[in-house]
């Protein structure tokens, strides 16, 4: 017990915040201000270093794009008013010499009247099915008229013969002599959407190399590598005015800007050419928890040119990449600043309480002197 006395004192004699007596203190109504004043000052900003501790702040980086062999997905929604779904196709061509003259597995169109409501089902005349018999009495099987026939050797409708005549690269421009379509009253169905719009929307998957994403009207053929947009007379009008709804580069990450979001446009005239010319970045971002999610800014710029009418979107692949590293404050950091803060305060609220004290100290001294009337 004794030793314990002995460090205790020895302790004690270490004391670096000596306590002055009770009857040697006093309060007053100025140190009461400051004192509520600092406590204030210190809650509002511990609590606005605790809200920066719980955010996660993304740092970028540079780095080169490696990954230049993939497969990118280009998605969009778009709506055309014054161009029907009949006479819309989509087509990709690409730098690598990859041609896509019909890139339309996985869009889908929806028709509009003139004043942008959704075309009523009933509205859609059924097509006709094929017979199912020849007037020879075998199976019906419809000629392709000269086109690359499928596997099956039969065209028995006529997307059959339109497929066949795209094929051997034919114009499809005489289908009233095609018996197929005028059985389904291909011409007639088409020109019934005269007037009309279309919304597409879904997606198509290219090569991550420069290349064009092509919205065309009348029908698209691969002509020894490179594609030929082409209309007929028994196509209705059209034109190329549009709003963009969504276009993407890859997955959208969170907060993640589209230029072209909410884009429209109008045609002073039919023949007319829209094209957006767009920069792509590959952008990454590294969560804390380990898993990586990769995706694509854009910068986009645009041109319209009397022309073949269509709406393109050229885009070109930058070889630099945009990394985000998700990073998060350290638990020693939040105590380190929270310390400062208390302590800073505490020390400038002291020197200001003691300052006023003295002051208040000195004018009553004098006023007790008869100095101060």
């Known amino acids: 017990m004794a030793r314990l006395g002995r460090l205790a004192a020895r302790l004690q004699r270490l004391d670096a915040y000596a306590k002055p007596l009770d009857d040697f203190s006093t309060r007053t109504l100025a140190g009461g201000v400051v004192t509520v004043a600092a406590v204030l000052a210190i809650a509002a900003l511990v609590a606005l270093e605790l809200l920066a501790y719980s955010r996660v702040a993304l740092e970028p980086a540079l780095a080169v794009d490696g990954a230049r062999a993939e497969k990118m997905r280009v998605s969009f929604d778009i709506t055309l008013p014054r161009a029907p779904c009949a006479v819309l196709g989509v087509a990709v061509a690409d730098s690598a010499g990859e041609l896509q003259a019909s890139a339309e597995q996985h869009v889908a169109k929806a028709r509009l009247t003139s004043d942008g409501r959704a075309v009523a089902a009933s509205n859609d005349s ?151 010319f767009a920069k792509v970045v590959g952008s990454e971002v ?15 710029t645009e041109f319209v040119k009397p022309s073949d009418p269509g709406l393109h979107f050229v885009y070109d692949i930058s070889p630099m990449r945009v990394v985000y590293t998700e990073h998060r404050r350290s638990l020693g950091s939040l105590l380190t600043s929270v310390c400062a803060i208390v302590g800073g305060i505490a020390t400038v609220a002291s020197l200001v309480d003691a300052s006023i004290f003295r002051a208040e100290r000195a004018l009553r001294r004098k006023h007790e002197l008869g100095k101060l009337n």
């Open 126 to 276: 059924p097509v006709a099915e094929p017979p199912a018999t020849g007037a020879d009495g075998k199976p019906y099987c419809g000629s392709c008229y000269g086109g690359v026939a499928p596997a099956s050797g039969c065209c028995n409708t006529c997307a059959d013969v339109h497929a066949a005549y795209g094929r051997r690269g034919w114009a499809f421009s005489d289908p009233d002599g095609i018996e197929q379509c005028v059985r389904e009253g291909y011409v007639q169905r088409m020109r019934a959407q005269a007037g009309e719009g279309c919304r597409l929307s879904g997606h198509v998957d290219v090569n991550k190399v420069a290349g064009a994403l092509r919205f065309s009207g009348g029908e698209t053929v691969d002509t020894g590598g490179r594609l030929v947009h082409r209309s007929y007379d028994y196509m209705p009008a059209f034109d190329f005015s549009h709003t963009i709804h969504a276009l993407a580069f890859g997955q959208t990450l969170a907060a993640q800007q589209r230029p072209l979001d909410g884009v429209a446009k109008t045609a002073a005239e039919p023949h007319a050419r829209f094209q957006y």
């Open 286 to 300: 590294r969560y804390a928890n380990g898993s990586v999610v990769r995706s694509n800014e854009y910068a986009a």
